[in-house]
């Protein structure tokens, strides 16, 4: 059974970091690229970050590049996003979403097959 579960939100100052991951179990993470998004409270979900499966290909949302860093580690089964200078408009619950690989690159604007069930991140002081 496919699985994606997220760790390491949390609350976090104004400037503060937090890496995010996604752990993966029941498929093999090399055939897939990985995608983050986020939704906060009364808005669409949000589209991030996104990683190629062998992890060359790496794509940001506008808002969060330069801030937040996208990696994989297929032999671990692991993807993580390491968020920097968080903002209070970054609050969100992340998630991890899953696609299985059709092109070499990856996108933020095609559908996901397999998501987890999200990471809190709150940015507050």
Same mark, same amino acid.
């Given at each position: 059974q496919l699985q994606l579960v997220e760790s390491g939100g949390?609350?976090?100052q104004p400037g503060g970091s937090l890496r995010l991951s996604c752990a993966a179990s029941g498929f093999t993470l090399?055939?897939?690229h990985i995608a983050w998004f986020r939704q906060a409270p009364g808005k669409e979900r949000e589209g991030v970050s996104c990683i190629s499966s062998s992890g060359d290909?790496? !794509?940001y949302a506008d808002?969060?590049?330069g801030r937040f860093t996208i990696s994989r580690d297929n032999a671990?089964?692991?993807?993580?996003l390491q968020v920097n200078s968080l903002k209070p408009e970054d609050t969100a619950v992340?998630?991890?979403?899953?696609r299985r690989r059709v092109f070499r690159l990856c996108s933020l604007f095609v559908d996901y !097959?397999?998501?987890?069930p999200g990471t809190q991140v709150t940015v507050s002081s």
């Open positions: 949390g609350l976090v090399d055939y897939y290909n790496t !794509n808002s969060v590049k671990k089964e692991m993807v993580y992340y998630y991890c979403a899953a !097959n397999y998501w987890g």
